[in-house]
């Protein structure tokens, strides 16, 4: 089993739920990334380059989807976290009833123009 694996399924059914949900629209929508395990968390690679991090944070319960180049993205600011981080914006999910497809979708989309 491939270390992203096993750190998916270590995780709460909660959090697992989501991961799984999470990856299975980011492979729908760049078929060609990969997913790495960098950092201790999963991290999604796009044209070989740090794409978006999946980071349960279960002292706070929910899964943070962190997008490496989210502070270019212009749309769906409302949705998106930065917590005082330089570079990096979030999709923050405290249940996976709360993700949102459209938006999640929407990012992915966006982000992608940005590793051209």
Not at 4 to 14: A, F, G, K, S, V
Not at 46 to 71: E, I, T
Request: a positive charge; glycine letters at 2%; charged letters at 30%.
């Amino acid at each position: 089993m491939k270390p992203t694996e096993e750190y998916i399924l270590q995780q709460p059914i909660e959090y697992q739920t989501m991961m799984l949900h999470v990856l299975t629209v980011v492979k729908q929508e760049l078929p060609q990334s990969e997913v790495l395990f960098k950092w201790g968390i999963p991290y999604v690679y796009y044209n070989k380059k740090p794409f978006c991090y999946l980071a349960p944070n279960q002292k706070r319960s929910f899964l943070d989807v962190g997008f490496a180049k989210g502070f270019q993205l212009k749309r769906n600011h409302e949705k998106l976290v930065d917590e005082k981080r330089n570079t990096v914006k979030s999709l923050r999910y405290f249940s996976i009833e709360e993700i949102d497809n459209v938006i999640l979708i929407d990012v992915i989309r966006e982000a992608k123009l940005l590793y051209k």
